[in-house]
């Protein structure tokens, strides 16, 4: 009886053993790849305020409300061969007629009108927009001066293909379209890589690992025969 305990402990102890060292093998789940290369939620990153709740559907009411207002606007300037200017200033218009036929009608009928409120700027909202802007035009600046010495090869790749894609796409569809399209994807992926964000974080990885090793073996290839092509020209 004693030999069969000691002869089950051991197998106990040996079972342990594979169950922690196969859980230390196996990486978690927070330790592997994050898109665009997040550390908290995505709510979090989003910065947590209002905004953030409508593009995640925590108010699915004003996130309806932002899809209807798009789709109306851009069915406005798209079919109705209006300008621009032409349906802003006919909106403007309605919406001055009919404040101003309430209002006199609340008068007529000795009602009380209808509290609009006071749109006023204070002094520290438009410095803090200021500072805000300025260090965003700042970055831009910063980043477009280390594209143009060609500092950084793959945000210089992303810009020439980013500002190549937008030209294609602007000669078939038009720039409002391109709006709408934006903003539809703008309420709808954030809250679906929310949802699935473990998944999404697991291929995006995989295609990550895969480009590192491909730009790996251009930027360590291209450059050196560049220099070889360059000294050769030098020297004949």
Partial sequence: MEILQDVNSIDGEGDGRKAMASTSSTPSSTSGYRLFGREASVHHCMGGGKAADVLLWKQQHVSFGVIIAATVAWILFEWSGLSFLSICSDVLLILIVVLFLCANYAAYRNKQPL????????????????????????????????????KDFILFFKVVLSLWLL???????????????GTIILITLPALYSKYDEHVDKYCGMLHHRFSKHYKVVDENVPSRLFRSLSKDKDS
């Avoid at 030209?167 to 399209?181: E, K, M």
């Fill in 167 to 181: 030209s294609v796409i602007g000669s078939f569809i038009s720039f409002f379209t391109i709006a709408y399209v």
């Fill in 115 to 150: 509290n609009l409120p006071e749109l006023v700027l204070s002094e520290e909202m438009v410095n803090n927009a200021a500072a805000s802007f300025r260090v965003k035009i700042n970055n831009v600046l910063l980043i477009a001066h280390d594209i143009t010495l060609g």
